[in-house]
């Protein structure tokens, strides 16, 4: 019997790489559902990282937002989360800052720090009232 049908015999190790084929992918079926949560976990992380950092859920104003706002961040007329959004804005673009700058000359001074931003909003709030 020359023949050689399905049942040759294996070469020497070929039984011992297939089951350690087999065990790496029954690992890998049995890790997948923990990856699956782990990715989910990454991007829900991520999601809310970027939404604590907006805060509430609101966009940033861009320029072409925040420049008309201006004149009533600068009177005050301008409701609290707006007025925030637009310190955040300004704190953050130098390109608004010299807007303010421009319509309120003397009234702005170029600050990097959001808080004293928000400081220099409630001393022109304060000047406007009187
Ligand atoms: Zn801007």
């Given at each position: 019997m020359t023949e050689h049908g399905p049942w040759d015999e294996c070469p020497t190790g070929l039984v011992t790489k297939m089951a350690g084929q087999l065990r790496a992918k029954q690992l890998r079926a049995r890790?997948?559902?923990?990856?699956a949560a782990v990715a989910i976990l990454l991007v829900l992380g991520g999601t809310w990282a970027v939404q604590s950092k907006i805060?509430?859920?609101a966009e940033p104003l861009t320029c072409v937002e925040t420049v008309p706002m201006l004149a009533d961040?600068?009177?005050?007329?301008?409701?609290?989360?707006?007025?925030?959004?637009?310190?955040?804005?300004?704190?953050n673009c130098p390109s608004c800052r010299k807007h303010f700058e421009d319509q309120f000359p003397g009234e702005a001074r170029i600050v990097e720090d959001a808080d004293k931003l928000v400081a220099l909003r409630a001393r022109s709030v304060l000047l406007a009232a009187r």
């Open positions: 890790l997948r559902p923990m990856m805060g509430d859920g961040y600068h009177s005050g007329n301008l409701e609290g989360s707006v007025a925030t959004r637009v310190d955040e804005h300004l704190a």
